[in-house]
């Protein structure tokens, strides 16, 4: 161990959220129907935890297709072994494309552009290459949208060299139970791939569902479902009742200095902390620039001892202070940013709250720096 800030990854709590979200599925689909495959995203360094190692447990736990958000990520899934297709979510009008061939990765189509794209980089591969055909219902971002299809997909659909093997659409406000437009979305989307069955396309696999959307409506699960945030351990907070999953990542570090200060000193940049007594300030290295956001000064919590302590002053870009006052503390004790100490627990929606952002931004922003260490059940 060099570094003493490291984020700890257990592989084996990802592969029994994957497994708790296969028997959702299974115990909630019709007898006789086959419950949807599950599409296990693991973009953006899976979500913050290390996308190979990942990868590869999502895989090994049968993951039947992993999705990313762009070629360089699919390139690094496959460097790293992973043999199941692979689902590149982002828009590939203006990428380099042969990467798709070279690496075996699945593009989503979702613009006419990247559709003539497609069908250039296929026809100079010599390959039929099979896409996904992504549908705009309602979050305007990437996708042909519902309401003309009639005049943007004829191109794509004759290209020759294009195969569309799947259609999906992505919710915006599947989190939010009382939004009207997750049900307009919905609505859309039937009436999008009744538009695509009357040009005679009636792809093999239909898929739309996000965490949120998975864990309240099965009307949204077609044949695969597309979980990112429930396998890393976390459900939305309008849903976090509905299915039980447990967090897979921690962060951890020491205390590497202790020193006591007197009355109406100051600790940091900026003095921005100032002691209204003497109080016993403790050093942790590690700080913005391991993603600990700066806001987290005077706002956030830190477990150490089995006490929960404060963060004071400024966060500094390679460490930070905690106010240790209400106890013992010592050079070398464990620090808990995100995590389980002593019976208590640090939640990254916690951490989200405190700087007035989202889980998904936390796990994200955890820098490169901070080593991943991985255990098996
Ligand atoms: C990120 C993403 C998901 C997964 O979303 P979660 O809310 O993490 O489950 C699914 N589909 C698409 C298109 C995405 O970009």
Not at 160 to 186: E, I, K, S
Not at 294 to 322: C, H, Q, W, Y
């Amino acid at each position: 161990m060099i570094r003493c800030t490291f984020a700890h990854v257990d592989l084996g709590a990802l592969e029994s959220n994957f497994r708790a979200i296969e028997a959702f599925l299974a115990a909630r689909t019709p007898a006789g129907r086959r419950p949807p495959a599950i599409v296990a995203v693991v973009k953006a360094n899976a979500y913050g935890h290390g996308a190979g190692p990942v990868a590869l447990a999502l895989e090994r736990a049968g993951a039947t297709m992993l999705a990313c958000a762009d070629i360089e990520e699919g390139i690094a899934l496959r460097e790293a072994g992973v043999q199941v297709p692979i689902l590149v979510f982002g828009a590939l009008s203006v990428s380099d494309l042969d990467g798709l061939f070279e690496y075996g990765l699945t593009p989503t189509c979702s613009t006419p552009g990247a559709g003539k794209a497609l069908q250039a980089a296929a026809q100079r591969h010599r390959q039929v290459l099979e896409y996904h055909l992504k549908i705009d219902t309602g979050l305007n971002r990437l996708g042909f949208r519902h309401d003309n299809l009639d005049r943007t997909l004829p191109e794509l659909l004759a290209a020759p060299n294009l195969r569309c093997a799947a259609v999906y659409t992505h919710f915006a406000t599947a989190d939010d139970l009382a939004h009207p437009l997750f049900d307009l979305q919905l609505e859309r989307f039937a009436s999008a791939r009744a538009t695509l069955a009357s040009r005679g396309v009636v792809p093999a696999t239909v898929h739309a569902a996000n965490s949120a959307a998975l864990l309240r409506d099965p009307a949204t699960w077609f044949d695969a479902v597309r979980p990112g945030l429930l396998l890393y351990g976390l459900a939305p907070a309008a849903l976090s009742g509905v299915l039980a999953v447990r967090p897979a990542l921690s962060l951890r570090s020491r205390v590497v200095a202790v020193k006591n200060i007197r009355q109406g000193e100051s600790v940091g940049y900026g003095a921005r902390y100032v002691a209204d007594a003497p109080r016993r300030i403790a050093t942790v290295p590690a700080g913005y620039a391991d993603g600990l956001d700066t806001r987290l000064g005077g706002r956030g919590e830190v477990l150490v001892n089995g006490r929960r302590v404060p963060i004071v002053g400024a966060v500094s870009m390679d460490m930070l202070a905690i106010d240790a006052s209400s106890g013992p503390v010592y050079a070398g004790d464990e620090v808990v940013f995100l995590g389980e100490q002593g019976g208590d627990r640090i939640t990254v929606a916690e951490m989200a709250s405190w700087i007035g952002s989202i889980p998904y931004e936390v796990l994200c922003r955890l820098g490169s720096r901070i080593e991943r260490r991985y255990n098996r059940p």
